[in-house]
């Protein structure tokens, strides 16, 4: 009894299984997964990675789960199987206009995956067209809002807008799509000659820009030199002068030092025995010598009457030498007391005068 139940529902569900859907009335993915539909054979083993859709008597009962499963024959039956996988779809080429009214033929390439089973089923005829074309669409309506430079500059900001489309209509399929990458875009022949002069005139523009700066950085480096040099050169005359300065303060200061010397040399020399004598003799010699270049300077000589009389001059000389000497003796004397200050300037101020 029982074998001839089981014989009839093998057989039942044999002939149910041969039953076809038309072809013209199949969509993509009922041809794709039409022969891979399984049988109820009472004890399904469900792979891993898909979800088989189990209608009960035409109804959705539930979604096998991987591993083993048990069915109710004739009143169960496999309806859908969705793969959990992540789908790669090839978007076709198709044409779009940019902002600045520029035809583009673009395509990409959609990858998605199915996370509601009961959705991507009963939600939606065929699920890869629908995102295929709803990317489409998307692709179309955010090229417009681009001009061709930017299309170039933002393919990645286009490809994340295009999913961020994408995804917002099909949470309702229970599909959603990871990425978006965009494949080949093709300019029209006019369009890529005039980006192809665009880029010739810029490379141009920038190797005269360049060109420039080199210019302008090798006259600043010239002058920035010539300013060092000069500065050095000043900084070196000025040293130099310095040390000019010193070089003559201190030979002042030696020739100074030398008459000081020599001065109390000769004072010492007068205090001598026949320190007068020798005073008239160095007069003498001088005036002698003063004669004998009187006129290699200069054509006018201013000479006193008695030129030819050497005595009378020497005598006159050492007149002057006395009164000085008797002058300073009691100055001398009167520097060693505080009484005699006020007295000694006054004789200072008397031999001045005369």
Not at 11 to 18: D, F, I, N
Not at 76 to 88: A, N
Not at 304 to 327: C, E, R
Not at 341 to 352: D, M
């Amino acid at each position: 009894m029982l074998r001839t139940v089981v014989c009839r529902a093998g057989s039942g569900l044999l002939k149910h299984s041969r039953q076809t859907v038309p072809v013209l009335w199949r969509t993509r993915a009922q041809q794709r997964w039409a022969s891979s539909l399984p049988m109820n054979t009472v004890v399904l083993f469900v792979p891993q990675q898909e979800a088989w859709v189990v209608e009960r008597m035409g109804r959705f009962h539930r979604i096998l789960e991987p591993g083993l499963n048990f069915l109710i024959p004739v009143l169960d039956r496999v309806r859908y199987v969705q793969s959990l996988k992540e789908i790669v779809i090839d978007v076709p080429e198709q044409s779009a206009v940019s902002l600045d009214n520029v035809t583009l033929q673009i395509d990409g390439v959609l990858y998605l995956r199915i996370l509601d089973p009961f959705k991507a089923s009963y939600g939606v005829e065929d699920p890869e067209y629908a995102v295929t074309q709803l990317a489409q669409t998307t692709m179309r309506s955010e090229l417009g809002k681009l001009t061709l430079d930017k299309v170039f500059r933002e393919r990645e900001c286009l490809n994340s807008n295009i999913v961020h489309s994408i995804n917002q209509a099909s949470d309702e399929w229970g599909i959603r799509c990871l990425r978006y990458e965009i494949k080949d875009i093709h300019v029209p022949p006019r369009v890529k000659e005039s980006m192809q002069m665009q880029v010739e005139a810029e490379r141009k523009k920038r190797a005269t820009v360049l060109e420039s700066e080199g210019h302008r950085e090798a006259a600043i480096n010239v002058a920035e030199g010539r300013k060092q040099s000069q500065i050095l050169a000043s900084e070196g005359q000025k040293a130099e002068q310095i040390n000019k300065a010193a070089g003559e303060a201190n030979a002042v200061l030696a020739k100074a030092e030398a008459k000081a010397k020599a001065i109390r040399l000769l004072s010492e020399a007068l205090t001598l025995q026949n320190g007068n004598a020798a005073a008239s003799l160095s007069v003498a010699e001088q005036y002698v010598s003063a004669f004998s270049n009187l006129a290699k300077e200069s054509n006018t000589i201013l000479l006193p009457s008695n030129t030819g009389d050497i005595s009378s001059m020497v005598t006159q000389a050492m007149a002057i030498y006395g009164n000085l000497s008797k002058t300073q003796a009691p100055s001398t004397a009167d520097a060693a007391t505080p009484e005699s200050w006020e007295g000694n300037t006054v004789s200072e101020s008397e031999t001045a005068q005369k």
